[in-house]
Every structure is written in structure tokens, then in C-alpha cells.
């Protein structure tokens, strides 16, 4: 079982300002409260190939991730994939960013969830809880930007 989520926001900064927060990989946990820690574990810039290892609690439990850019266009398209194995993971997810007006920008935030052995069973709810919370997760991220 796998299933989408996304939501939308706009913020009031610029779309190259946006992105660089978004694409610096570390900033999640001002946004994301499930994710407790996160650390880029590759040298370089960030980019395509650029990977990140986060600690994250779920119903409770507490895993490991690990994702990887495998998109990166400036200042408009970031994608990524979840390298880790766990019940649950992110296939793919991405941030697109476009202008809206002078000094604003339109962003949209979504993953792919899917299931994997036990996990199948739990990913729709996974799934339905992700997107009951899309558009307030993609708030908290228009706070985290402009409180940056």
C-alpha cells in the first residue's frame, strides 16, 4: 500500500531565500516535530546526492532515517528518497517552490508513502494521518521560514 500527501502554502520571503532554508536538509525539526534530530552526513554542498541521516519518533517509537536529494534545481524543485529500511518509508518527496507576488513564495511539500512487509498494513493509516495534517504541516514550515 502506498499513498500521497501534499500541502500547500505561501510565504512571505523570497523563493531563493525559501529554498536555500529548505535545501540546507538540517532545518526540519523547526517544523517537523516527529523529527528529533538531523544531520547531513555527506561533505559537500548540498545537491544531488546529498545525503541526511534524522532520528524521528512515530507513534512512540523512535527510528533511524536516511534520505538522499535526487533532485536538486535552484530555486525552484528539490526531490528526495528515503534510503533507509523501515515499515514506513518516504519513496519519494519533494518541495516545489514558484514566486507569488512581490517578495512571496508558493511552496508545496508531498511524499510518497509506502508500506514495506509489516508496514503495508499500517501505511494507509500512515497515509491518512499525513494528509489530515499536509496543509498545518506546510504552515509550520511558512513559520519556521519566516521566523529564520
Known sequence: MSGRFEGTTVIDRPI??????????????KFSPRVLEIHKTTDAPPGVGTRFQSTVKDAGMKTKRE??????????????????????????????????GEGSTRL????????????KLI????????????DAFAGRIKQAVEGS
Open 16 to 29: 531563493d531565500e525559501v529554498f536555500a532554508f529548505l535545501a540546507e536538509g538540517t532545518n526540519d525539526p
Open 108 to 119: 508545496t511539500i508531498f511524499n510518497e508513502l509506502e508500506g514495506h512487509g509489516l508496514g
Open 67 to 100: 534520505f538522499e536529494y535526487t533532485e536538486f534545481d535552484a530555486p525552484t524543485r528539490i526531490r528526495w528518497a528515503e534510503r533507509s529500511k523501515n515499515l514506513v518509508t518516504a519513496a519519494e518527496g519533494g518541495y516545489d517552490l514558484v514566486p507569488a
Open 123 to 134: 501505511a494507509g493509516f500512515a497515509v491518512s494521518q499525513a494528509r489530515k495534517d499536509a
